[in-house]
Nanobody, 125 residues
Framework: QPQPVESGGGLVQPGGSLRLSCVVP????????IAWFRQAPGKEREGVSC???????NYGEAVRGRFTVSRGNPKNTVYLQMSSLKPEDTAVYYC???????????????????WGQGTQVTVSS
């Protein structure tokens, strides 16, 4: 079974940037829909971004224009480039994947089968 592993989190000042990585060892992600979610203390899990097998992307309102999701090389990697970070972006960020070779779209609903353990992102001065 795919087991996503996130990395790249850390402490960054407001206005700064971070790049998160999601690696799924042993799998190529060509036929997988991948999404990033986040959860801050006391809040619901929130869809951040997703990318479909066709390369189409979708973003949550709170991050649109600041975050960019992309597939990487090697083909078992997906990135989330985060720019112009704000304190309200502080959360644990999770990568989730679903095998979905037919759909050109992706979803920010948490209907994903395989989840990583998360990586902490803290935006603070």
């Amino acid at each position: 079974q795919p087991q996503p592993v996130e990395s790249g989190g850390g402490l960054v000042q407001p206005g700064g940037s971070l790049r998160l990585s999601c690696v799924v060892p042993g799998f190529t992600l060509d036929f997988y829909m991948i999404a990033w979610f986040r959860q801050a203390p006391g809040k619901e899990r929130e869809g951040v971004s997703c990318i479909s097998t066709a390369g189409r992307t979708n973003y949550g309102e709170a991050v649109r224009g600041r975050f960019t999701v992309s597939r990487g090389n090697p083909k078992n990697t997906v990135y989330l480039q985060m720019s112009s970070l704000k304190p309200e972006d502080t959360a644990v960020y999770y990568c989730a994947v679903n095998y979905n070779p037919r759909s050109p779209m992706c979803t920010l609903q948490p209907n994903y089968t395989y989840w990583g353990q998360g990586t902490q992102v803290t935006v603070s001065s």
